[in-house]
Structures are given as structure tokens and as C-alpha cells.
């Protein structure tokens, strides 16, 4: 009898602590600059990314083909030589790319806004927006002769206090990752943001693309924190990745380092 | 305990380093267990987002010019932090860098210490710092 009141006592006490530490939040606020502190920087960790003991990619055997095609600067397929990243000569790196917030600090976050038709993703990297609607519209059919886009289409929506955004239209340039995994312009994707509490957002992403995975394939689940930057400054930093200075760098220092 | 921990700090900043030095190729470029020393004449400094570089002159054992360059792991933002800036250094400063040489053996380098017209000059103490902390890190 007294253990069981110890332990409701202690539940109580925990409790309440809770409830102090507990900062109020609105769930379907999405506003301000999450930054991400879960550890993988890529699309999904599997083996290749050399973190934890997943399954391989499902990749079709076109899928398979085309990701040996790209020679990407990390992990454990990383060529110094032949890479091939379109980071590299400050290209676009599109969604989900940008999503991943794959850089480390002090630019691996986003910010969000949200207006009564649509929530924008500012991202750091390159300085560049994408456009969510939240006004009902469909999104586009993939028809050959559609525009695809380096940030694709998109439209969202809440289920409970999910914020689920669905993408097609996306330009077949861009990796899913820095690891070099591809896609098609045939991709689908769906992600999943869930604020968990004042601080935490937290992110699934499942992309469709039979072209090149045989499955849908669900990425791991990132973690953001609210306004945790390394360095809070008065004014943007503006990142830009210019591609002049980017090939000035790469002709007179990387390439020459890496024996290209 | 401090003993499990230390091994779990340790793991933590092998990982970390596996990760930073790795700006679409930086760590595969380099040979970064190894640090060689250059004093050069400084040509050109280039603060630019997201690859700090240097250009400099230094003299072989024959006395001839040969023309370097060289990276910082840190990007600009980090670096500022730090107290850097565009004016920082400047063309005719003498550099000496503790750098990583190149993979190719060409006189291109990842720097991991400076020392500017004598005066040592902070990098941000990345995993495998030494004492005072020279190195930065690269996303």
C-alpha cells in the first residue's frame, strides 16, 4: 500500500513538473526557423549512409543504375574525382533536398510563415522559398508537356494537428540527398510535419516513384528545433551559393586538390 | 563513469568529424590525418560563401615563385563568429599555414592553423583541435 502511494505520489509530482516545464503552443503554428538536430543529413538512413542497420534502398533496377551514376563528395561512395553533386556547381537542390536542412550549422535550418492560403519554407541554403497552398486547389496532372519544377508542386492540408503537404512535378536534375540517391520526374511525395511541442517539430517524408523504387520509401524521422541557432544575428546572413565564385573555387582549388 | 563517457564524447566527435570535413568533397580531397606546413605571400583572400580561399606565393628551394591555393574548413558565418572578415587579411601579408595536403600532391591545401604576419589567428576548435583551438570545421 505505501509503495503504491510512493508511486502516485511520484507520478503527481512528475506531473506537475510537466506541467511547469510545459511551454503552450499552438499545434497547427508552424511559424519560425526550426533547425535540425536529429543527425542524418540524408533522405533516408539507409546502409549506404553508413548510420544504423536499415534496409537498402528499394531500388527497381533503373533506379539502381541511375544512383550509380551520380558520384557523390560523401559517405561511403564518395569519388573526389568523378562527383558529380549538383551542389557543386551551385545548382538547385530542389525538394526534398532542401527539406533535409542537410548542411550543418550554422545553415541547417528553414523557416516557416504561414498566411490564410498558403505557408511558405524559407530555406537558408541559396536563399530560395517554396510555396505550400492550403487554398483547396489540386495539384497539376503529370502530363508530359507539364513544367516540371525545381521544388515541384504543392499543396497541404491538416489532419488533426498533421500539416501533410503532397508534391508532384518535380525536376529529375536534383538528388533526394547528398549521397546521390535519384529520382524520377515522376516522383511523388508526401511529407508529414507534426509539432510535438513548443520546441519540436518533427518531420516524415514517403516518396513514390516507381520508375525507380519498387516500393514507396519513407524517409527516417528528423527532428527540428524552434529557433536553436548557432548563431542568432540581427540580420540574414543571406546564403548564396554563386556560381561564379563556386567555379573560380573549383578550378583553382578543389580540382586541382582532388586531381581532377 | 567518466571513463564511459569519455568513450562516448569521443565516438560522438569521430562522427561529428567523418560528417563536417565533408563539403561535397573536402575530406576526400585531402589528405586530413596529415598537416604540412607553408609560408607564403598572401595574392589573394576570397571570403566568399561557402568556401574561404586563399591564394599566395611561395618561394621553392630555388628560389622561384610557385602559386598556391588554399581552403578554409569553416564557412564565412562561422569564421565572422570568430572575428573574421573580408579585410581580415590582406594582399602582402605573410602567412604561415598548418594545412592538409592535397590528395593530387599539387600545391592546394586545407588549412588547419594560421599564423598572420606573426600573430596567430582562431579557426573555432573542430574535432582534433589542438590546445587553443586552431581548426574549424566544414560543413
Known amino acids: 500500500m505505501m509503495r503504491i502511494s510512493s508511486l502516485a505520489a511520484a507520478l503527481l509530482f512528475s506531473s506537475t513538473l510537466f506541467a511547469q516545464n510545459a511551454k503552450p503552443f499552438d499545434a497547427r503554428d508552424l511559424t519560425g526557423k526550426w533547425v535540425r538536430t536529429s543527425a542524418n543529413q540524408g533522405f533516408s538512413n539507409v546502409p549506404e549512409t553508413g548510420r544504423g542497420n536499415f534496409p537498402e534502398a528499394p531500388f527497381t533496377p533503373a533506379g539502381k543504375e541511375a544512383y550509380l551514376q551520380n558520384f557523390p563528395g560523401y559517405g561511403p561512395r564518395a569519388d573526389a574525382v568523378r562527383r558529380n553533386d549538383p551542389m557543386g556547381t551551385c545548382d538547385p537542390l530542389g525538394v526534398p533536398r532542401n527539406v533535409n536542412a542537410e548542411v550543418v550549422s550554422s545553415h541547417n535550418w528553414w523557416e516557416i510563415t504561414q498566411a490564410r492560403d498558403r505557408i511558405i519554407q524559407f530555406f537558408e541554403w541559396h536563399h530560395e522559398y517554396r510555396v505550400i497552398y492550403t487554398d483547396g486547389r489540386k495539384l497539376p496532372e503529370l502530363t508530359p508537356d507539364l513544367d516540371r519544377k525545381w521544388n515541384g508542386y504543392s499543396v497541404g492540408r491538416w489532419e488533426a494537428d498533421t500539416f501533410v503537404v503532397e508534391s508532384v512535378g518535380f525536376d529529375e536534375r536534383t538528388w533526394l540527398d547528398k549521397f546521390g540517391y535519384p529520382h524520377t520526374d515522376e516522383m511523388r511525395l508526401q511529407e508529414r510535419y507534426r509539432r510535438v511541442d513548443a520546441d519540436t517539430l518533427e518531420l516524415t517524408m514517403v516518396l513514390t516513384d516507381p520508375q525507380y523504387y519498387t516500393k514507396p520509401w519513407e524517409s527516417d524521422r528528423k527532428v527540428f528545433k524552434l529557433n536553436a541557432l548557432q548563431f542568432e544575428k540581427p540580420w540574414d546572413e543571406q546564403i548564396y551559393c554563386v556560381p561564379s565564385e563556386e567555379s573560380k573555387f573549383n578550378r583553382l582549388i578543389r580540382d586541382p586538390a582532388s586531381g581532377r | ?139
Not at chain 2, 567518466?2 to 569521430?14: D, E, F, Q
Not at chain 2, 572578415?85 to 602567412?95: A, L
Open chain 2, 1 to 139: 563513469m567518466h571513463t564511459k563517457l569519455s568513450i562516448i564524447i569521443g565516438i560522438a566527435a569521430v562522427l561529428c568529424a567523418a560528417t563536417v570535413f565533408a563539403h561535397h568533397g573536402t575530406s576526400i580531397s585531402y589528405e586530413m590525418d596529415k598537416t604540412i606546413n607553408v609560408t607564403g605571400v598572401v595574392t589573394e583572400f576570397d571570403f566568399s560563401f561557402p568556401h574561404p580561399s586563399l591564394y599566395f606565393d611561395v618561394k621553392d628551394e630555388k628560389g622561384q615563385v610557385v602559386k598556391w591555393g588554399a581552403e578554409f574548413l569553416p564557412t564565412p558565418p562561422v569564421m565572422r563568429n570568430l572575428g573574421w572578415s573580408k579585410i581580415t587579411i590582406k594582399s602582402g601579408d605573410t602567412v604561415v599555414l598548418g594545412c592538409h595536403p592535397s590528395k593530387s600532391k599539387k600545391p592546394v591545401c586545407a588549412v588547419q592553423s594560421i599564423t598572420l604576419n606573426g600573430k596567430a589567428m582562431p579557426l573555432g576548435g573542430g574535432p582534433g583541435a589542438p590546445a587553443g583551438g586552431q581548426r574549424g570545421q566544414r560543413q
